[in-house]
């Protein structure tokens, strides 16, 4: 007599099951991370929420051309601000769009093109993580690199993310050189 099929007894089915081709298993994604590997809303902090709502709101000042109060304004009635860190938010957002044009200078000389022919999420991006670099010696270098290239990867273009690190990693040991070199010399940076 043949024993009932049950859950213990399920046979899972893989692509090369049904093709018959050798096809790898599909991976289940880190704990964390969604499929496209971007960090879930629920494993970010604060300050990773902050930059998003920023990211956002630059946007918005590059394409728009809106007054930053008024994005500000727009921008804090927006679902889930209220579990980003509201100051590292208007550091970024006020500070980024006052000096905007010295943000873009130390930008201009690493870029291959014109700043009309970047995204504005890659612009924004770059904003972020050159002023971070400047005004938030509490964050190390590479966490500001490597949240920028987050955000360029989850709001921006296919490869966005790789020109925002190669703009990032080659003001990274302009703006912030002892840093930069300390990682270099214990074997933790490339740069």
């Known amino acids: 007599m043949n024993a009932p099929h049950t859950a213990a007894t399920a046979v899972s089915i893989l692509p090369a099951d049904l093709t018959g081709a050798d096809v790898a298993p599909i991976q289940a994604p880190k704990p964390g991370m ?31 051309r809106n007054e930053a109060t008024d994005i500000d304004l727009f921008t804090r009635d927006l679902a889930g601000f209220h579990k980003a860190n509201a100051a590292h938010y208007d550091a970024l957002l006020y500070g980024c769009t006052e000096q905007a044009a010295a943000l873009d200078a130390l930008i201009l000389p690493f870029l291959d093109r014109k700043f009309a022919e970047i995204s504005p999420v890659e612009h924004a991006a770059m904003w972020i993580g050159v002023y971070e670099m400047q005004h938030c010696p509490d964050v190390p270098w590479r966490v500001v690199l490597n949240e920028c290239i987050e955000l360029a990867k989850e709001f921006g273009g296919t490869d966005g993310h790789k020109y925002v690190n190669a703009v990032l990693g080659g003001l990274a040991p302009q703006l912030r050189p002892l840093e930069v070199e300390a990682d270099r010399k214990a074997g933790r940076a490339r740069i």
Do not use: M
């Open 34 to 64: 969604t499929s496209t590997g971007v960090r879930k809303a629920s494993a970010k902090s604060a300050r990773s929420r902050s930059r998003e709502f920023a990211l956002q709101a630059l946007y918005q000042s590059l394409v728009g």
